[in-house]
C-alpha cells in the first residue's frame, strides 16, 4: 500500500502532467512494463518464490493488465500521470511483508487508472480493471459496489480514485485489495463519508472511537487519506482506515495505538524513533496510522499499522536500510532479505539517492504476531537526492 502525501508532491494529482526521468529512462528504451515486470520477478526470488509469486505465472500478467496502456509507455516519456503512489508518481510499488518464523510474503500495488487525464475516468478506469482481475481470479466485487456511490461520485475530489493491491502467498490465491478515497467527495465530508462506509460493513459503532482517538486534532492535522477493502479469499477480510498525523511525535501515536486492545503503545513508539532515526517531531512528511475492523470486534480495531515514512527521516537509503534491518532483527526477522531485495530493485549505491526504501512499519493484531513491512518505490521516471542533514534529524529545525 502506498503512502505518498499530496503535500509533499512536486506536484498535485491531476493539477498538471510534468515529467520527471531518471538516468535509465533517457538512455534506453525500457518500458514501463518491462521495468516493473523485471522487479517483480527480482524481487520474488530474493524472498524465495518460484514462477513470480504462486507458481501459476498469474502474478505478472495481473500487474501488466492492471496498467493497461501505461506498461508499453516507455520510461524516458515520463509517467503517465502525476500519480499519487510513488513519489516520483510511478504507478506501482512493491512491498515485503516480514512474521517471525513464517515465509517473507511479496505484494504489490497499482494504480490501474494510471493514464486518465480527470479522477472520474481513472475511477472508471480502475474498476473495469478490478473486475477484469475478479473474473480471471474468481473473486466477488460486491464489497466495493456495497460503496460504490461513496468512493465514486460523478464528479470526484481528492488526489486518487482507485488502486488494486495483491498480496502473493505461498500456496494460497493472492489476496486481493482495493484502496478507495474518503476525500472524493471533498476533503470536509471525508469522516462523513469514512462513518458512512464503516456502517455499510457493520462497524457503525467503532466511528465514536476512532473519531475521538485517531482524529483528535482536526483534520488539517489527523487527516483521513484511505480506506481499503480485502476482496477474495482473506481468513479474516478487514475494512481499513488511513488516517495521516502530520506534525506529531511518537508519544501521541503511541497513545492513539492504545486503541488497540492490549499494551502495544510502548512497542510503537519504540518503532517510531527506531524506524525515524530518534525520538524527535515527525515535522515532515506525517506518520500513518491503519485501523483495521473485523468480524471478530465491532467496536474497537482488531488491527494497527503504524506506518513510518523513512525516507523523509533517513539521510539516505543506505541509512534506511540500516534501518530497516535493525527492525527486523529486533523482531527476530530475516534482514538479509532487505539486501537481496535492493538488488533486486536497483543497481545503484545506497547513498546516491533516498525514497527507494519508502515505508516501514509495524502491523500488531489481536490474533496474529506482529508483522514488518518494508516499501520499495521503482524508481521508474527519477531518483530522489539524499536529504540534507537537519532534514534526516526528523526534528523541529
Known amino acids: ?168 502467498r505461498r500456496d494460497l490465491p493472492a489476496g486481493i485489495k482495493v484502496y478507495v478515497n474518503p476525500q472524493a467527495h471533498g476533503r470536509a465530508r471525508s469522516a462523513q463519508v469514512t462513518e458512512e462506509a464503516l456502517s455499510r460493513f457493520g462497524f457503525g459503532r467503532a466511528w465514536p472511537a476512532l473519531r475521538e482517538r485517531a482524529l483528535p486534532r482536526g483534520a488539517d492535522r489527523d487527516e483521513i487519506l484511505f480506506a481499503a477493502l480485502d476482496l477474495g479469499e482473506w481468513h479474516t477480510p478487514r475494512v481499513k482506515v488511513y488516517v495521516a498525523h502530520h506534525d506529531v511525535t511518537a508519544a501521541e501515536v503511541q497513545t492513539l495505538s492504545r486503541l488497540l486492545p492490549g499494551e502495544p503503545g510502548e512497542q510503537v513508539g519504540a518503532f517510531c524513533c527506531a524506524a525515524g532515526g530518534g525520538p524527535g517531531r515527525f515535522a515532515h512528511r506525517p506518520l500513518v496510522s491503519c485501523l483495521s475492523y473485523t468480524e471478530r470486534d465491532l467496536e474497537r480495531p482488531s488491527g494497527y499499522t503504524v506506518h513510518v515514512p523513512v525516507r523523509d527521516y533517513a539521510r539516505d537509503d543506505g541509512v534506511a536500510r540500516e534501518r530497516a534491518r535493525a527492525v527486523l532483527r529486533r523482531y527476530g526477522m530475516d534482514a538479509d532479505v532487505v539486501d537481496r531485495a535492493w538488488a533486486a530493485m536497483t543497481s545503484r549505491h545506497p547513498s546516491d539517492g533516498v525514497g527507494l526504501i519508502a515505508y516501514v512499519s509495524l502491523v500488531l493484531s489481536t490474533w496474529q504476531p506482529p508483522r514488518v513491512n518494508v516499501y520499495f518505490s521503482p524508481e521508474a521516471y527519477e531518483v530522489r537526492p539524499p536529504c540534507a542533514p537537519d532534514r534526516a534529524a526528523g526534528r523541529v529545525g
Open 1 to 168: 500500500m502506498a503512502l505518498s502525501n499530496p503535500r509533499h508532491h512536486p506536484q498535485h494529482p491531476y493539477s498538471a502532467r510534468g515529467k520527471t526521468t531518471s538516468a535509465e529512462a533517457v538512455t534506453t528504451a525500457v518500458t514501463l512494463g518491462e521495468h516493473v515486470r523485471g522487479q517483480l520477478r527480482r524481487l520474488c526470488d530474493a524472498a524465495g518464490f518460484t514462477d513470480s509469486g504462486d507458481g501459476s505465472g498469474l502474478p505478472l500478467l495481473d500487474l501488466l493488465d492492471l496498467l493497461g496502456p501505461a506498461a508499453r509507455r516507455p520510461l524516458r516519456a515520463g509517467p503517465p500521470s502525476p500519480s499519487f503512489v510513488c513519489d516520483d508518481h510511478s504507478p506501482v510499488e512493491f512491498s515485503l511483508a516480514f512474521t517471525a518464523g513464517s515465509p517473507v510474503a511479496v505484494r504489490l500495488l497499482v494504480e490501474p487508472g494510471c493514464t486518465a487525464t480527470t479522477l472520474e475516468e481513472n475511477g472508471r478506469l480502475g474498476l473495469r480493471a478490478l473486475r477484469t482481475l475478479a473474473a480471471r481470479r474468481g473473486f466477488s466485487t460486491e464489497p466495493v459496489r456495497r460503496v460504490e456511490d461513496l468512493f465514486f461520485p460523478p464528479v470526484m475530489h481528492g488526489s486518487f480514485a482507485l488502486w488494486c493491491a495483491m498480496d502473493l
